[in-house]
């Protein structure tokens, strides 16, 4: 058994952060041999049943603290690469550079070097798990796949969908694309720590013929993700009342081809109405909320009130590369600054610890997998990050006044990045 005493950080069950500054946190291997949390709390209160036992190995972190790794809800792992690239909003920037650098992912030995590269990035910002696009090669998701198992990681991939409005190089066939996305999830669903996404880029770029097989994979497949993109930017959203006449609203389009359910997450939902989010809910599906692409990319910003209001489920994501940073400190910092701007009127603030919780166990509850991931209470598997709260002089100096968990959180926020994150560390199996 391992123990860490360290400051500790996990959350309860109605997303309360939970805080102990001098904290005991109790690792060891389940029935399957994955390493999970078996206690956690303060010191005082745990220290004579765990840490007192023969075969513990106790870690001490003095200054430090222990806490979830962070959840991605949403990245592109092939668009490591296209981070940064100046375009005119979202479909010049598709067209002039994203498709084409995705074109090159045919190229098995090129997307393991991209691959590699994306893990060894998110691990280096505390990421332990993802949601990730591939591209419309299976080379792509193989690669992913390959690498996170290698790792030990929870990661979530799929195959892009997308057989129409794409040029040569990364368009599919309709029928073709169906077939090796249900190949892959046999390949790979449930291996290991493995989860497969039915990922159709978007509505526009995917035939009704394709959407409705997609549609049919969701269904025999109920475990699988879906995974997409919905509402990002009004010249979009135009496009695809013109392809889908018949559809209510952007959202309703993947309603009707029963791409909405439990474990189905859309990036963006920006521009949803009232009867979109009464939808989110009832069929519990989740948002993915990307705030630094939404302001690269002007899209516009989530509604949090609204969502709050309806009840759906939503957690963080960076969105690279129409994001601009690895980083859930950047993409935290920027959710904060999105929610201020939308609700200046009503004066809401979004409160340090619900932002952080929004890119752990919040996610993770958003992916479907509460209590597995994205916490560090009894049961949850431990992946979890050590982060230096004193690694800059002006962190140190606000950190160390900081009287309340909120303003030590907040401090994190705002002055944070990747240098926060001291070591990544995998729930390691037998
Ligand atoms: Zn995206």
Redesign the pocket.
């Known amino acids: 058994m391992k123990i860490y005493r360290s400051a500790l950080l996990r959350f309860a069950d109605d997303g309360t952060p939970l805080y102990d500054s001098d904290g005991l946190l109790a690792i060891a291997p389940d029935a399957q041999g994955q390493e999970r949390v078996v206690a956690a709390g303060s010191w005082q209160a745990l220290h004579a049943e765990y840490a007192a036992q023969a075969n513990a190995h106790i870690l001490h972190l003095p200054g430090k603290l222990l806490a979830p790794g962070f959840v991605d809800m949403?990245?592109?792992y092939p668009?490591t690469d296209v981070l940064g690239a100046p375009a005119d909003g979202l479909l010049p920037w598709l067209e002039h550079y994203t498709f084409p650098h995705e074109a090159r992912f045919h190229d098995r030995s090129y997307a393991d070097g991209v691959a590699e590269f994306f893990l060894d990035e998110l691990l280096r910002n505390g990421v332990t798990t993802s949601l990730t696009?591939a591209t419309s090669h299976s080379a792509s998701v193989d690669a992913i796949m390959a690498a996170a198992q290698a790792r030990g990681m929870r990661m979530l991939a799929g195959k892009v969908l997308q057989d129409r409005h794409s040029p040569d190089g990364v368009r599919d066939h309709t029928e073709q694309g169906l077939i090796d996305t249900e190949t892959l999830i046999q390949r790979w669903h449930g291996v290991d720590r493995l989860g497969y996404a039915i990922t159709p880029r978007f509505a526009p770029t995917s035939t009704p013929e394709q959407l409705r097989g997609a549609g049919a994979l969701a269904a025999k497949y109920p475990d699988v993700w879906v995974h997409s993109?919905v509402s990002?930017n009004l010249d979009e959203i135009r496009w695809v009342r013109e392809l889908y006449p018949e559809a209510r609203s952007y959202l309703d389009v993947y309603q009707r081809f029963g791409l909405m359910r439990e474990r189905a997450v859309y990036?963006?939902c920006i521009w949803l109405d009232d009867i979109d989010r009464a939808l989110m809910r009832e069929t519990q599906t989740a948002a993915?909320i990307?705030p630094t692409?939404n302001l690269f990319l002007s899209s516009g910003y989530f509604d949090y009130l609204k969502a709050d209001a309806a009840g759906f489920r939503y957690g963080l994501?960076s969105?690279v590369g129409?994001?601009m940073s690895f980083s859930p400190f950047r993409t935290m910092q920027a959710a904060y600054v999105v929610g201020r701007e939308q609700h200046s009127k009503q004066g809401l603030s979004l409160k340090p610890g619900h932002l952080w919780w929004q890119h752990t166990a919040g996610a993770a509850k958003a992916l479907g997998l509460g209590g597995v991931i994205g916490n560090l209470q009894p049961g949850c598997e431990a992946d979890m990050v050590v982060i230096n709260p004193a690694y800059t002089p002006l962190l140190a100096r606000k950190t160390a006044q900081a009287q309340t968990l909120d303003e030590l959180l907040f401090a994190m926020i705002v002055l944070g990045d990747d240098r926060l994150i001291e070591q990544t560390i995998i729930s390691q199996a037998k």
Do not use: L
């Open positions: 949403h990245i592109h668009q696009f993109h990002e990036a963006h993915a990307s692409s994501a969105d129409g994001g």
